[in-house]
């Protein structure tokens, strides 16, 4: 699909039944080897999939075949809400990313939460000792997950406590789990799946 930036390439996965709405979910740190080939992101999206969700994943500008450069943040805002607004113009939307895709996705919820249904929201490994996450708006605290491994090497715990604190967000820590879940990602796709369906 064409976005802000050139062509955003795209990887669409369909439930084996009538969807109930559309997923997006968003990739690690495009300058750090993240793509939409990440296996968290994978495992994210075949969580969504099982649950009965058309997924978009896509790849940020500057990554496999998507046109443009790493924006810092600020363009890969403006391509996930391309990706939206092509893929999943109405109806119910769910958003996930994972790491620096959990930071921008944050920012895309902070904007379209006021026009949009937003169903689900799943926040894996967020980014928070790095980049000003955005806070998740109350209303939203039942429908959102946000995920974290207890030995998070990459993003400390203790950065995403400071976060969702003021908040009263919860978390959910997995215990002895490094940032990309090694070994855990099946724990990863059953609790996704737990909240997809709660």
Known sequence: MEGPAGVIELAVDEPAQAA???????????????SLNNKVVQTLARAFVQAGWRTVRFNFRGVGRSGGEHDHGRGELDDLLAVVQAQAAAGPLCLAGFSFGAFVTSHALAQL?????????????????????APVAAELHDRTLVIHGEVDDTVPLASVMDWARPQHLPVTVVPGVAHFFHGQLPLLKDLTLRHLRA
Do not use: E, M, N, Y
């Open 113 to 133: 939460q006021a026009q949009r249904d937003i169903a689900k929201v799943v926040l894996v490994g967020t980014a928070a000792s790095r980049f000003p996450v």
């Open 20 to 34: 109930l709405g559309v997923a997006v979910v968003a990739h690690p740190h495009p300058l750090f080897g993240g």
